[in-house]
């Protein structure tokens, strides 16, 4: 009841969005793709300082890694070791809430916008006739439970693929019994997610393909070892990508040892930074 | 009341959290565990009021590290 009494400008205003991409002749389910984008890029600033502390955080990994080895039974301990580790080492922890956070109330503001459309269309049965709220042509209606047609669960495929994608890239410091947890709830919150609207499924996959294409782009930029990092921690880093199967031309077995880092040409490309990093 | 509040992190951890893919909080205890100490300790309105104050401090800019809710120094 209060949550949704503070939701309500928020609502509001979103409708406003919609509305108004709509208004320029973007169909509802694209002006929802609109509006999605619209919030990513206004997030852009916060991830951009995130993905620095991040590659901060990957040159003292062996550090870090030797606090965890030597803390390993008390999680307590090891995670007050950790952070007093980043304090003397000027390392801006990469995940914060905020950003998260903030996120939610546009989640269920969408989820109310959307089921407020499922319940009310503008321009009623009528518009739905029309088929304003389709989407490519294969989403009959977007204000209909993701269940109500085989679209849906194509869309939820992407949803659920994109969501583990997306975890994958944002989970670099998280432990890996937490990332494998992350991995795996899209699958078991299937049952609930069909029943949202369709519109709202096409909201996250929206969401996670933008932080899975942002992913892509931020590791193509980042520089593996930046000057005067510390050398990558050990062995090959890891890597979404498996790697390249050279061609031997003795038809030998190919080793397990990743080949060595080619040697780049040119000045290291390098994120563009703010002036002065706060040391 | 203060349970209300306690409820409600947990409601949060279980439904919206996976969702929006939490990584690690910069802070320790994180988050959620900052508000469900802070709800205990303090009360459903000052729990509320110190949740809320930690989660505008877990941002990209600010430095992380140990912070207790029972060490809170915005009331008295």
Known sequence: MIVAS???????????????LHSVGLPWAWSIVGLTIIVRMLLVP???KQIHSMQNMQAHAP????????YKGDRQKLNEELMKFYKENNINPAA???????QLPIFIGLFYTLRAFAKHPPGGQAAI??????????VPDITKHANSHWSGYVLLAIYVLSQVASTYFMSGTMQKSQR???????????????KFPTGLVLYWMTTNLWTVGQGLITRRLMPKVGPGFAPPPSGPKRSSRTPPKEPLPDGGTPTAEAPPPKPSSGPPRRVKRKKKARR | MRYVGVAAVWAYRFTLAPFLGVGQCKYHPSCSQYAI???????FFKGTLL?????????PWSRGGVDYARDQKVFK
């Open chain 1, 129 to 138: 006739d029309r088929g304003d709220f389709s989407w490519l042509h294969f």
């Open chain 1, 63 to 70: 550090q870090m890694k030797e606090i965890q080895r030597k």
């Open chain 1, 6 to 20: 503070i939701l309500t400008p928020l609502e509001d205003l979103l409708r406003h969005i919609l509305n108004a």
């Open chain 2, 51 to 59: 949740a809320g104050w930690r989660l505008l401090r877990c941002n």
């Open chain 2, 37 to 43: 100490d802070a709800y205990k300790e303090f009360g």
């Open chain 1, 96 to 102: 914060s809430c905020l950003p998260l956070v903030a």
């Open chain 1, 180 to 194: 494998y947890l992350m991995m795996i709830l899209p699958f078991i919150f299937i049952p609930f997610i069909v």
């Open chain 1, 46 to 48: 916060l991830t951009v």
